[in-house]
Structures are given as structure tokens and as C-alpha cells.
């Protein structure tokens, strides 16, 4: 496993301004992803990460909406655009490893945003 | 794309009794599913796996089964204690590295 970090663990912001979010892993990973979960649902993957390319988007996500860096194999950053409190939710980040038939994935602590 | 079910939505069990959470998903492609427990205000923690090539996986009072030609899994806790509160969520993979697609959760009350 690995020790992911994730700032800021939560913040309040205004509609229609914008929040990044910095995910840090301790050690190099192959695979990192951003989720969304809203109060008492499910996880939804918003994006998987790929170093030194753009991000892959599932339905329903766009890159406008959430830009996501990842410059290197240890960090990256999803940022929620021209918010709106439907916004308001926990951003999660996670990491795998591609290794074998390794398939496991480990979250981060989470980043619950409340936008008013 | 792939879609997990997932059964019960809650599940009340008294301390000492067994648990039981189902999970179906629709690609036969999928071989990897992972179930997670969140504690309120946590983050998901992978508390064991399975892959497609086995049936079975034990870890002590968890133990998880794996039916491929019905393609669903379950979760099995056995003597639950109150710790084992929490919500559980399954998913399904289908090659490595790729992305995990999530049940909708199970919330579990062991009741003292």
C-alpha cells in the first residue's frame, strides 16, 4: 500500500469559483483516479489520471468542468470549476498499481467540499 | 460498461450473527472484485478480494464467494461485532489497472 495525502480535507467556497485539489502519494504508483461521493451514496469515478497525457473521462464528466493534472507518477490535482452547491460532495483520489495481476486500488482521506 | 448491483441497502444483525451482502454485475469480462467498509467520515478501506480464477477467499471472520457463470459475489461476516458497523461497498474490475465500478453500499448495524 502507500500513504496518499489529500489537500485541503475540506473547504467551503462560493458558486461560481473554482477549487483544486492536490492528491500526494508516497511512493510512485501506476494508476490514479478521482472519485465523487455524495452524502450517503456510492463512489463515482470522475477520471482516471495519466501521467504526461490528458485525463480519461467517464460519462458524464468533462474536462472543462473538472481539469486534472498529473505531472508525475507521485502527485496529482482534479480541480472543480465554476462551482454550484450540486458540487458540494466528497472528492476522493486512489492509486493502484499495475503489477501482475495486482489490481488493487487505495483511497485517499477524501476532500469535502460544500459549495453555498 | 459494466453494472454492479448490490443487496441489501441495510442490513441489521444482532452481535454474534452472520452477515451476508450480495453483488451481481453484468460483464463476464469483469475478474477482479474488491470489497471496501467506510467508516462514517472515512475513507474506503479494502478489506479483502477476489479474483476470477478462485471461488472462494477466507480472512478470518470474512470470507468472500464468487459464482462466475452466475456472475455474482458475496460478502460473508461471520460472529459480528460491533466494530463491523459500518457501510460496505463492492465493485468489479475488469483488467488490471482499469477502473472500479462500485455497488451502491450496504449499511450494516451489528446491534450489541
Known amino acids: 500500500s502507500a500513504v496518499i495525502s489529500q489537500k485541503p480535507s475540506r473547504d467551503i467556497c462560493q458558486r461560481g469559483t473554482s477549487l483544486t485539489i492536490q492528491c500526494q502519494v508516497d511512493?510512485?504508483?501506476?494508476?490514479m483516479f478521482w472519485y465523487r461521493q455524495q452524502p450517503g451514496q456510492s463512489l463515482t469515478l470522475i477520471a482516471t489520471?495519466?501521467?504526461?497525457?490528458?485525463?480519461?473521462?467517464e460519462s458524464g464528466f468533462v474536462i472543462d468542468k473538472f481539469p486534472i493534472s498529473r505531472p508525475n507518477l507521485t502527485f496529482s490535482t482534479l480541480t472543480v470549476s465554476n462551482m454550484s452547491p450540486e458540487d458540494s460532495s466528497i472528492y476522493l483520489c486512489?492509486?493502484?498499481?499495475?503489477?501482475?495481476?495486482?489490481?488493487?486500488?487505495?483511497f485517499g482521506p477524501g476532500t469535502r467540499l460544500t459549495v453555498l | 460498461g459494466e453494472n454492479v448491483e448490490q443487496h441489501p441497502s441495510t442490513l441489521s444483525v444482532q452481535e454474534g450473527d452472520s452477515a451476508v451482502i450480495k453483488c451481481t454485475y453484468s460483464?463476464?469480462?469483469?475478474?477482479?472484485f474488491p470489497w471496501y467498509k467506510q467508516e462514517l467520515g472515512k475513507r474506503p478501506q479494502l478489506i479483502i478480494d477476489?479474483?476470477?480464477?478462485?471461488g472462494e477467499k477466507k480472512d478470518q471472520r470474512i470470507a468472500v464467494t464468487l459464482n462466475k457463470t452466475a456472475k455474482h459475489f458475496s460478502l460473508h461476516i461471520t460472529e459480528t461485532q460491533p466494530e463491523d458497523s459500518a457501510v460496505y461497498f463492492c465493485?468489479?474490475?475488469?483488467?488490471?489497472?482499469?477502473?472500479?465500478?462500485f455497488g451502491t453500499g450496504t449499511s450494516l448495524t451489528v446491534i450489541p
Open positions: 489520471a495519466n501521467q504526461g497525457s490528458e485525463a480519461t473521462y
Open positions: 511512493s510512485q504508483v501506476t494508476m
Open positions: 486512489s492509486v493502484g498499481w499495475t503489477s501482475g495481476i495486482d489490481n488493487e486500488q487505495f
Open positions: 465493485a468489479a474490475s475488469m483488467a488490471t489497472g482499469n477502473q472500479f465500478y
Open positions: 477476489i479474483r476470477s480464477n478462485v
Open positions: 460483464d463476464s469480462a469483469s475478474n477482479y
